[in-house]
C-alpha cells in the first residue's frame, strides 16, 4: 500500500483551497507550506495544508 496522500493547500489570506498534492506521511511530518498563486488575491501567498 501506497504511503502518499492527498493534502489539501489553502491561501493563508482568503482561507480558499486553491491545490490539492501528495504527501509521503512517513517521511513527512510536518506540515506543508509552499508560495503559490492564489486566483482570489491574484498574487503570490502562503499556502499551507489544511484537513480534509
Same mark, same amino acid.
Do not use: D, P
Given at each position: 500500500?501506497?504511503?502518499?496522500?492527498? #493534502?489539501?493547500?489553502?491561501? +493563508?489570506?482568503?482561507? *480558499? %483551497?486553491?491545490?490539492?498534492?501528495?504527501?509521503? @506521511?512517513? $517521511? %513527512?511530518? *510536518? @506540515? #506543508?507550506?509552499?508560495?503559490?498563486?492564489?486566483?482570489?488575491? *491574484? $498574487?503570490?501567498? $502562503?499556502?499551507? +495544508?489544511? $484537513? @480534509?
Amino acid at each position: 500500500m501506497s504511503q502518499e496522500r492527498l #493534502i489539501k493547500l489553502a491561501c +493563508e489570506k482568503c482561507k *480558499r %483551497v486553491n491545490y490539492w498534492s501528495e504527501k509521503n @506521511k512517513k $517521511k %513527512v511530518e *510536518r @506540515k #506543508i507550506e509552499l508560495l503559490k498563486f492564489c486566483l482570489w488575491c *491574484r $498574487k503570490r501567498t $502562503k499556502h499551507t +495544508e489544511t $484537513k @480534509k
